[in-house]
């Protein structure tokens, strides 16, 4: 199994930064994606970034391109999200997702049936 950690939440001003951070523990070999997902209230669950692990290829929502940043730590088994300009749009419950299917597993990159594990996510909320 793996497990997924999610930290660095928190509120925020818009135009503001924060640095979500994702740990994976367990049997992390044999991961080749991770993303970042946020779901708002009332809202479904969409995706924010990807990365390939092996290539470091990344992938953005048009909604964030040129404001986060997605990183991986690969000797740590983390992963980043950096979120700069931030606007009171980007509130919601941030959430790391992981799989260890090679390419896709039928549907897109930005969908959540492309992800097997799932953190328990942390909160940002930006104040305008």
């Known amino acids: 199994q793996v497990r997924l950690v999610e930290s660095g939440g928190g509120s925020v001003q818009a135009g503001g930064s924060l640095r979500l951070s994702c740990a994976a523990s367990?049997?992390?070999?044999?991961?080749?994606?991770m993303a970042w997902f946020r779901q708002a209230p009332g809202k479904e669950r969409e995706a924010v970034a990807r990365?390939?692990?092996?290539?470091?290829?990344?992938y953005y929502a048009d909604s964030v391109k040129g404001r986060f940043t997605i990183s991986q730590e690969s000797a740590q088994n983390t992963l980043y999200l950096q979120m700069n300009s931030l606007k009171s749009e980007d509130t919601a419950m941030y959430y790391c997702?992981?799989?260890?299917?090679?390419?896709?597993?039928?549907?897109?990159?930005?969908?959540?049936?492309?992800?097997?594990?799932w953190g328990q996510g942390t909160q940002v909320t930006v104040s305008s």
């Open positions: 997702a992981a799989d260890k299917t090679l390419g896709s597993r039928g549907g897109s990159w930005y969908s959540t049936s492309e992800y097997h594990y």
């Open positions: 367990g049997n992390t070999n044999g991961i080749y994606y």
């Open positions: 990365i390939y692990l092996r290539g470091d290829n990344t």
